[in-house]
C-alpha cells in the first residue's frame, strides 16, 4: 500500500504541475478558477489516470484556500510511517506545488493563496493535509 500511496504522489505532482500552464485572462477568485474551462479540464484528466488507480480528485474552495482533495475509493490503514512517507514526498515536490500557488496568487491577483493538498480515505476519513 506505501509503494501505491508513494506512486500517486509522484503522479500528482507531475499531473497537476501542468495544470496551471495556461493563464486565465483577467483576475478571477478561487472559486471562479474551480469552475473555470482549465480547472474542469484539469479534474477531467486526472480522474481520467487516477481511476485505474483507484482514486478521484476534486478542487475546493474556501476563502483563500484552493485544495486539491485526492480521494481514494478503498479505506486504507494510516500509519505514522504513512503520513511520514507522504510528508517527505510532498516536501521533495514542494517547488512544484509552490509554483502552482504562485501561478493561483498570479491569475487571482490574491497575495493570501494557499493550496492544500488533501488526501482522503474511502472512508471519508483525513489521510494526510498539506499546505503550500
Not at 10 to 33: D, H
Not at 102 to 127: A, F, H, P
Amino acid at each position: 500500500m506505501r509503494k501505491k500511496i508513494v506512486n500517486v504522489l509522484l503522479s500528482v505532482a507531475i499531473a497537476t504541475s501542468m495544470m496551471f500552464a495556461v493563464t486565465a485572462c483577467g483576475k478571477v477568485t478561487l472559486e471562479e478558477w474551480t469552475t473555470s474551462k482549465e480547472a474542469v479540464t484539469t479534474i477531467e484528466t486526472m480522474n481520467e489516470s487516477y481511476a485505474s488507480q483507484g482514486m478521484s480528485a476534486a478542487f475546493e474552495a474556501d476563502g483563500d484556500v484552493l485544495s486539491m482533495v485526492l480521494t481514494l475509493e478503498d479505506t486504507i490503514e494510516v500509519s505514522e510511517e504513512t503520513q511520514a512517507a507522504m510528508g517527505q514526498m510532498l516536501d521533495s515536490q514542494s517547488s512544484v506545488f509552490e509554483a502552482m500557488r504562485d501561478q493561483l496568487i498570479k491569475e487571482t491577483g490574491n497575495e493570501n493563496v494557499v493550496l492544500r493538498i488533501v488526501y482522503m480515505n474511502g472512508d471519508g476519513s483525513e489521510i494526510y493535509t498539506h499546505e503550500f
